[in-house]
């Protein structure tokens, strides 16, 4: 009867991890759905000054994720289905003049 005991405790130990686990598992694959539909691209631009240079490194952006939405950003400066955030660069003397690299987190509507 004692051992019958033990292993229901055991049991029951075991029954609140894994629900535990679970719920974590559950929270955790929420996040992974809602940023699914992004991606971190990273790309380098050249140009004779610091703007020219940071709008290759934005064409290029673009171009990893979608040709359409890079002619719509030529046309308009507006990503039509995309979410284009925060782009952050760094720059440095170079190339035709000036060479920067850039990233952005780009995610689909």
């Given at each position: ?12 130990a075991v029954a609140v991890i894994a629900t535990t686990s ?17 991606v971190i691209k990273a790309a380098e631009g050249t140009g ?38 925060k782009r952050t660069y760094k720059c440095k003397p170079g ?15």
């Amino acid at each position: 009867m004692i051992q019958l005991k033990r292993c229901g405790i055991a049991f029951a130990a075991v029954a609140v991890i894994a629900t535990t686990s679970a719920g974590g598992a559950i929270g955790a694959d929420k996040k992974a759905k809602a940023s699914s539909n992004c991606v971190i691209k990273a790309a380098e631009g050249t140009g004779t000054d610091t703007e020219s240079a940071k709008f290759q490194v934005d064409e290029a952006l673009l171009q990893a994720v979608d040709w359409g939405a890079w002619a719509a950003w030529m046309a308009s400066k507006t990503t039509p289905g995309y979410d284009y955030g925060k782009r952050t660069y760094k720059c440095k003397p170079g190339g035709l003049g000036v060479t920067c690299v850039g990233q952005a987190k780009i995610c689909k509507l």
